[in-house]
């Protein structure tokens, strides 16, 4: 039918197809609009057909369904279908919902012809579970931008008004809803309001339901007691280095869709002289990048200025900037050898030749003999790096150089003892002088990758600070890229252990050129302990590296470092600074500095003089620069906290010292002082270790210990990081002098003038993995596969998740002292991750010359459901059997809790010697330990996942599966790296193993290859059943490890007319969830608590309460183990019953009474029969008495 409306004519649907109001709408919509312009139409149409036809896979099409009739708005905890997985937020899980709808839509275009600019605006799009393979793709076709999937069952797309009913209408689409505001805003940007129900997180309570009550505190927000949590982390996001003085704030802000910025300037302009109307804040807003704004506010209103601008529909997230800080002889070793001993990898060839390496830190003194090139100019420019002027291919080290704004031409190039000559030493640096003596000496500190080459991106100023790093670091990345770099090696961070802004861009640009691997120090805070770790080191698709401490034999070097003061016929071990010339042994008068800590010029004549000075106040070049300035020859600086002596670091003024200085410890500098108030004329020596003067005593742990600063996990979402550990404690690299005309080299060590200097950190440690990395790559592209030379027809251009895949499988287990005690772990975890990198470990030269064989496998694919196989048989059991994966994950989005989306798993098996002694294996091995004992869990957070298999059978099968347990977006690609004395065989002599131990009888094994438990059971094979709650209402003492979770489950039988299940938390911080007729996960269960209290209760005390099982699920969040009783208390039959015989869960028991409402056209998408329902275990169904409707998600183990 047609309806006019002035002098235009519409099309009206049947009002089976569409309710009236939805409807009438529309047709105002239309009224408002003036009509369809003719070509708009079109497009639309088409747009409309090819989303219609849209292929995932040949013969795949997607249908557009009919429209339902839907209400206006929803809390989060009450959607239909798993939950939504948000980070801690005002509101939480009552965050109100509002469906989009042809009303505000209507509202939209009013504004818009009245001088507004409609924009395309985000939407959230809740789907059903699992996502039908190329929904994702679909959504994508019809976005207007990135489109990013937040678990669970959620896209967050941005659509044109015209495209939203579209999206609403593809199959497998549940609702539409506009993007609220608090999901927008970082923690710390919401206000300390109250939610509007501090209730736990549980569905909406119905008479039909079998949780009727469900009782715990007030969740996270504001409510967790731990010192990691996020709200103590983010305590001081608002200061400033310049502490109590600072007066501005910054605030990063993604725009929805990259902008035209001289229209996006015009527009902001406009939004200025709004908040100062409306706020009275005084704001200025700065475009720096094509999609992300700047906005200066007072201190005090970022808040409500951040409040202001999330209401704006073309913004997509706001959170505070974040202050970004810096965080090899033998070195090389450690990276390359097991044993530390030699360099294997150099031996065979592997020096880095071919490779580029991205480096982005504070400069690099380009006369450094590791650097230098007589020959060649470096090739430098400031800009995006693009310009010819900014590649030289032909100088030996460095390839480009680009500088940034404020970083270049003031910086010449870097500052004295810069952290980037060292950094970019440690990665590629090669000692190249003209005296041979010179060159021998300087070159058994050569970087990891000696014949790679370097560009170079100078984020530092002249003092070392970080003023150049670009706003959006997809602006970062591109320069190196276009050089071809494939590694990128960064060692700076900020204190921040979620998922930010920088996070999620390292993430996107390698999701976006899948060959390029960034690696990201982990930060220096170890010893604060769990969630040290800092951003962008929470990323997903990077190599987080933490710091082992050094070799040694690094350490037996670095102590012939020390020098020796000698007063009175005693003497005192002293650590020369680094910066200055070197100590050359004066002898003459030592004077007490005035002011005793010289950071402001010294009183008297220090002529001829040493001068005493004690620690703190100001660095330490301002110290023994006025005392230069007072005429003194060398400096003694003495530690003043009760500590030993340090090598004394660079500082503003280190340029200009030029007199030797070093430093004593507390004990020697008190006896120093007293010396000199005893008697004014103290003759003081400063020279040279003499003989055996000082012996080594100090003990190294070596490079199998973790370094006692190196930061860990886990992040704020409980992913464990570092990945991996290189050595960065005590490391010697490449030292600037600050002149680029030195041509500094020479066989001094830790002088101001020298090319060598110590530095320690993960700033050390990650140019060293990044070399190491290097190597990995030319290990592939130069054809080494499982052979002593190379052949350059069979290499290949790895991906960045094979790299990666390599290094984590070279990972030797590292140990690490923690409050006095040394704990040695030898699976990932939060502290050490997949431990030291190793490269003989993994990079084979054959079964003969390494005593194992690399199986690499790159860019293979799974499907959602679907598993990829390969068979093994093991040929020698003195090795063991190692498989690793990893692959690139989408960049997630900052308001979830999870960043994880395309899951999947990884599981081995090992068969063909007598089904009596199969083990089944999960990836990383994630254990929990309770009152059962200690059992495996599948991983539901990483992109990496690992299986050590540590004594194999000789002769035995292993089944290897990776499955594709929850791809939202369709089909995954990853990379597998297996290392053992092995053989890949056909699939087919694995053909025992369909799922892990056909599932025990207690499951039912999917296509994919993995199985479906039982409600009551749980484990890769359904053995374990879960631990029974007791029915006579005697306490159930459990206990769950951190980073755990436990099941435990109770019967209901057909009198059973009510419970009540009562939760008291006695040690750490447990949440629950329960469920019924399932195995509940967190976000998908029947009900929550998810609170910073202890306790709770579940109970239902209606008639009727369905039989079955009925299970809890116990977890202590963050790193703490938990302990708690449970009780149970029932009205109805209380003796025990006999054991039940499970119910595989395609079959369950149907409840009594439970019918199933009758199907329509008008408000059901799909009508399916009891037993097709019951065959599809995570189908959502509507019931009219019994158990709702409850999501059916895939086990968690």
Known sequence: QTLGVGEESFWMLPATAMRSRALCALMLAAAVLGGVDAAKKSQQEEKWHSVRAYSGKPGEQFEIRGEEGIGERVLV????????????????????????????????????????????????????????????????????????????????????????????????????????????????????????????????????????????????????????????????????????????????????????????????????????????????????????????????????????????????????????????????????????????????????????????????????????????????????????????????????YRGWTGTMPTNAPDYVGGHGTHVAGSVAGNAAATNADDEAFAGEYNGVAPQAKIAFDDIGDGDGSLTGIPADLGDLFPHAYAQGARIHSNSWGAADPFYDMMA????????????????????????????????????????????????????????????????????????????????????????????????????????????????????????????????????????????????????????????????????????????????AQVAATVRAVEGDEFPMTEVSLGDGNLAYFSSWGPTGDMRYKPDVLCVGHKVMSAHSDGDSTSNNCGQAVGTGDGAIGLMSGTSMATPMCAGAAALVRQYYQDGFNNSATGTATTGYNPTAALVKATMINSGMATSYTWQGEVFSPTDFNYRTGYGRVALDQVLSFGAAESGFITSAKDRQTVSPGGAAAYCFRVTGSQRQFKVSIAWTDPPAWFASNQMLTQDLDLVVESGGFGTATREVFLGNNVTVTDESGQRSMRDRLHNTEQVTVVSPVQGGLYSVRVIGAELPEGDQTFALVTTGLMEQVPNGLCAWSACPGNCSGNGICQSGGWCKCAADYSGADCARRHVQIPRDGSPLEISVSALGMSYYSFTMHANDTAYVLTVTGNAGDPDYVFAYNQRPEFGAGWAEVADGGMDASFSNADANVPAGVYVLGVAPWGTIDCAVTVTLSLNGENAPPPTPTPTPPGSPTRPPGLELKTPDAANCKLARSWAQLSSDARMDAAWSGGVGSPPFPRPIE
């Open 77 to 400: 905890h009450a959607l239909v279908g798993r939950k939504l997985m948000l980070r801690a937020m005002r509101g939480g899980k009552d965050i109100e919902l509002h469906r989009a709808d042809s009303e505000k839509l209507l509202r939209s275009r009013a504004a818009s012809d009245a001088g507004g600019k409609a924009r395309p605006q985000q939407y959230l799009v809740r789907v059903e579970n699992p996502v039908p393979n190329g929904l994702a793709a679909a959504l994508k076709k019809l976005a207007a931008g990135r489109v990013h999937y937040l678990p669970h069952d959620t896209f967050l797309v941005a659509l044109a008004d015209g495209d939203v009913a579209l999206a609403g209408k593809l199959a497998g689409v549940r609702e539409v809803f506009y993007h609220p505001d608090e999901m927008k805003l970082h923690t710390t940007l919401l206000d300390n309001s109250s939610p509007k129900n501090t209730n736990a997180w549980g569905p909406p309570a119905s008479k039909t339901s079998p949780v009727r009550t469900v009782t715990g505190e007030a969740h996270h927000t504001g409510a967790r007691k731990m010192l990691s949590d996020e709200a103590a982390h983010h305590k001081d996001a608002f200061k400033h280095k310049d502490g109590d003085k600072r007066t501005k704030q910054d605030i990063e802000m993604m725009m929805t869709l990259e902008e035209d910025p001289t229209e996006l300037k015009a527009e902001l302009a406009g939004w200025v002289a709004a908040i100062r109307a409306e706020t009275g804040a005084d704001v200025v807003i700065e475009v720096t990048s094509a999609r992300k704004c700047r906005v200066t506010v007072d201190v005090g209103n970022e808040r409500s200025v951040a409040r202001w601008l999330a209401r704006k529909e073309t913004v997509a997230w706001l959170e505070p900037r974040k202050e970004v800080f810096l965080l090899n002889q033998w070195g090389h070793q450690s990276a390359q050898s097991g044993d530390s001993v030699g360099t294997p990898m150099w031996d065979r060839g592997i020096t880095g030749a071919g490779q580029v390496v991205g480096i982005a830190d504070t400069g690099i003194d380009f006369d450094n003999c590791f650097f230098a090139d007589s020959t060649q100019a470096v090739a430098t420019c400031i800009g995006d790096g693009t310009a010819a002027e900014c590649s030289n291919p032909n100088h030996r080290k460095i390839k480009s």
């Open 504 to 679: 999620y861009e390292c993430d996107l640009f390698t999701y976006d050129n899948d060959d390029f691997l960034i690696l990201v120090a982990a930060g220096n805070a170890g010893d604060s302990g769990a969630m040290s770790v800092g951003t962008p080191a929470t990323a997903k698709n990077i190599l987080a590296v933490g710091a082992t401490d050094n070799t040694v034999g690094s350490l037996e070097a670095t102590w012939q470092l020390q020098k020796v003061v000698e007063v009175n016929g005693n003497i005192y071990r002293a650590l020369p600074a680094a910066f200055g010339p070197a100590v050359a042994g004066q002898v003459t008068t030592l004077k007490l500095a005035s002011p005793l800590d010289a950071c402001e010029a010294l009183t008297g004549d220090y002529t001829n003089k040493i001068a005493l000075i004690a620690r703190g106040t100001c660095d330490f070049s301002i110290k023994v620069y006025n005392a230069q300035l007072a005429g003194a020859v060398a400096v003694i600086v003495y530690e003043n906290t009760g500590s030993e002596a340090i090598t004394m670091g660079e500082g503003a003024n280190a340029e200009l010292v030029t007199i030797p200085s070093v430093m004593v410890n507390t004990d020697a500098g008190n006896t120093l002082k007293s010396a000199i108030v005893a008697n």
